[in-house]
Each structure stands twice: as structure tokens, then as C-alpha cells.
């Protein structure tokens, strides 16, 4: 029967050739594909390739992020797309293709204006945004201004939270700086993506406490997942994980998941069901 479960993945990349392009193109990636994949990027597909690799795959819908990532030693951007951009790409597949805008915090009104039209003429899910590059930390008083756009918008807000692959300063991705975001502002929606690798522990202390607070598994194989994720989200945190694959390949990612000794209420619960209760895609 879990072979049926029509899979949601919260966090994905530009997928096309174009987008792939882009986005390993800074220093900062192109350093990371030497390092982890021997110089092997990804080429990109066109939509309609990846709708068929979602089909295959057994997946309803995946989320694209408009990712906006700063330069740490560069000082400038290392991954800067537009929600048109993403737009762009998924716009022939509202119902399997999901956005999701980014921001950039040295740029607050430019990117609250492309979250507002995202949402509203692009028909937006939520925001990512990826801060390490900025060695900015959640609770950066620069941040505020995306979470109460967010909050009067009524969507969720997605970042990594845990260690940078990148060259980038990976102290500020300490789940800990969730703490005081969650207490100023429990109306928000937080999603902390990337498990808060090496600190899960620390990460599942904030999504246990707080309410509004959830984690996506994303940036890791599920086969190499931390023993304390795979725990909680096979019991008290069973409601408060979601599924993604960070372009690390549909079918790979979710038949790694589907492989895990978990309860099947789990797997739903991740892999489908939370996402679309959390996403309010109903």
C-alpha cells in the first residue's frame, strides 16, 4: 500500500537546464560539486521530463524555491532566482508544480514586494530562504520583516537550519536561534529544512516545544538520516516532519524513506499528509 502514497517534496531546486546552469554556477557551488560530486552537476530536464520523473516516482506535487543564498566570501549573491523566474518554469503545472519565494534580508522591501506579488499573482506557497551565506542567524532583526509578511499572507517560512556544505559560516544554522523567533511571533509557521545537522538533537528540542514549529528531512539521504530524526518522527514527532528531496532524486529519496523501519502511519503522515495539512493544500 506505501508504494501508492502519492508524495509531497517541500524542497527542490530550479530544475530545468537553464536552472541547473544557474545555480551551480557561483564559486560556492562550483567549489561544493568539485568537492561532493567530482565536478558531475546535475544537466536539468525540461518541465515536462520532470512531470514524467514525478509520475514514475510516485509524487503529487514538488515545491521549486526561488533560493536567494549570499556570497560569504564573494559578498555578493551565490544563488539569486526570481519568483518569476520559477514561475516561469512551473506555470503550465499549477497542480503538480509548487512555488516557493525567496528572500533576500540586504534587499528587505525589494523582497517583500517579490513575496507579495509571488503569492498573490503566482499563486505562491510559502517562502525558503537560505542565510548562511550572510552568517546571519533566524532571529537577525533583518529577518522579522519576511515573518510578518509570511504571517499576514498566511504561509509558511522554510529555511536550513543546521551546518553549510557550502564555505559559508555554519554556527548561525544552529537550531537554538528558532527559540526566540517562535516565542515573538507564534503565528508563524516555521519550517527548519535540512534536519539542524549535526545539532538534530537541538533541532528536535525546538519542534517538540514549540507549536509552530516543523522540520523537513531534506539535504539527506533517508538511509543516512540521523538516528534522533528518524526517532521522532516515528513517534511524538510523527505530525511535525515533512518530506523533501533537495534535488537529491525523487525515487531515490522517497524509496530510501519508504525502506526505513517505520510505522506506516509515519510514512503517510511524512511523506504526504503533513505537508498538506501544514501547506493548507486542500
Known amino acids: 500500500m506505501n508504494d501508492k502514497i502519492m508524495a509531497i517534496d517541500v524542497m527542490n531546486y530550479p530544475f ?6 544557474k545555480f551551480w554556477s557561483s564559486p560556492e557551488m562550483k567549489e561544493m560539486s568539485d568537492r561532493v560530486l567530482g565536478g558531475h552537476t546535475p544537466k536539468g530536464v525540461p518541465p515536462q521530463e520532470f512531470i514524467a520523473q514525478m509520475d514514475e516516482a510516485g509524487f503529487e506535487k514538488v515545491f521549486i524555491s526561488a533560493v536567494k543564498m549570499g556570497s560569504y566570501r564573494g559578498k555578493g ?3 539569486d532566482f526570481s519568483a518569476k523566474e520559477v514561475h516561469d518554469m512551473i506555470k503550465d503545472y499549477p497542480d503538480r508544480l509548487v512555488g516557493m519565494a525567496g528572500y533576500d534580508p540586504t534587499n528587505i522591501l525589494e523582497s517583500l514586494r517579490e513575496i507579495e506579488t509571488a503569492v498573490k ?3 505562491f506557497k510559502g517562502v525558503y ?5 550572510w552568517d546571519m542567524r533566524p532571529d537577525d532583526r533583518r529577518m522579522y520583516p519576511c515573518y510578518i509578511k509570511c504571517i499576514e499572507l498566511g504561509i509558511p517560512f522554510s529555511m536550513q537550519i ?3 556544505l557550502e564555505l559559508m559560516p555554519s554556527e548561525s544554522g544552529r537550531p537554538v536561534y528558532i527559540d526566540k523567533v517562535a516565542l515573538d ?5 516555521f519550517i527548519a529544512s535540512h534536519t539542524g545537522w549535526p545539532w538534530c538533537e537541538e533541532l528536535v528540542a525546538m519542534v517538540s516545544k514549540h507549536p509552530n514549529v516543523y522540520m523537513d528531512i531534506s539535504a539527506h539521504l533517508p538511509r543516512y538520516l540521523d538516528p534522533s530524526i528518524v526517532k521522532f518522527m516515528d513517534t511524538r514527532g510523527k505530525d511535525k516532519v515533512l518530506f523533501g528531496t533537495n534535488a537529491f532524486g525523487l525515487k531515490r529519496c522517497k524509496d530510501q524513506l519508504m525502506d526505513l523501519p517505520l510505522k506506516e502511519e509515519t510514512k503517510g503522515k511524512v511523506l504526504r499528509e503533513n505537508a498538506t495539512r501544514v501547506f493548507r493544500l486542500d
Open 77 to 79: 549573491m551565490a544563488n
Open 162 to 164: 543546521g551546518h553549510s
Open 16 to 21: 530545468t537546464p537553464e536552472g541547473m546552469k
Open 121 to 123: 499573482e503566482y499563486g
Open 129 to 133: 530562504a537560505h542565510l548562511l551565506g
Open 185 to 189: 511571533l507564534p503565528e508563524l509557521t
